[in-house]
């Protein structure tokens, strides 16, 4: 019978997988380094220097293509392949292929699912908050960074606390699905039809549409003169200043003209 303990890390390094594979399976083999993890006989391999190598390798591969939308589009399958290998074998790995009535073939399989699951999850959520991005507004660059420190974030509560682990992966499949409902009506309020008829939604500040190319009216102008009011509000403030200077400026002139006036009387 396995644990919750057992299950709690198996489901938090897969999940770990599906967010951050590299970051995973570095850990895995750090913390089996320092023994926090006792791996099986067959899966020592993670633990030597050649191996946390590559795993460093995987990490920094992972962080960099997900940041240009044409590597993630082309990789796309190298990253699926990625995340379901890692998923297996740290679920493998964290269970010590000791797992009672469970084959270890079947530990695999569910590390696998599960890392892969997640990884759908996020690309749905990437999906939704992309269409958010404009000139001013850039929430996919923050999650993707958030991603970053998640999963490794994730891998190692796995480790150290495994039900903090789980606790982790519940509420980021939450977040993710209310992110994604908020974003797509948000998405929504800012699109309008394209007026050429051919049936697309536009966004409100676009001049064409990207179906039928049509050139089509701006609905809304985005003022991007130093984040727009922030312009006009130190433009007022630098011209009241200037103004009050005049004024200071002419009653000291009236002042002086005033005292000569009275001499000269």
Sequence with gaps: MISFALVSQLIGLSSASGTRAGGSLLLVALAAQFHYVA????????????????FVALLAFEMFTQRDNDLRVLL???????????????????????????????????????????????????????????????????????????????????????????????????????ASMVARRMEARSRRACPAGCGARIRQEASRCPKCRADVPVAVRLDLRLAGKAQDAVRGALGSVAGEGRRLDAQVREGIAGETSRRAG
């Design 76 to 178: 796309g399958l190298a990253q699926l392949g990625l995340s379901a290998g890692s998923g297996a074998t740290v679920a493998l790995a964290s269970a010590g292929v000791q797992t009672g009535e469970m084959p270890p073939w079947a530990v695999g399989v569910v590390g696998a699912c599960i890392a892969v699951g997640t990884l759908q999850l996020r690309q749905w959520l990437q999906g939704n908050v992309a269409q958010l991005e404009n000139e001013l507004l850039h929430p996919h660059r923050w999650l993707l960074r958030t991603e970053d420190l998640f999963g490794l974030g994730v891998a190692a509560a796995a480790i150290l606390w495994a039900p903090l682990a789980l606790t982790l992966v519940i509420v980021f499949t939450v977040g993710c699905a209310v």
């Design 39 to 54: 791996l099986p006989p067959e899966m020592a391999w993670m633990a030597t220097p050649e191996a946390m190598g590559i």
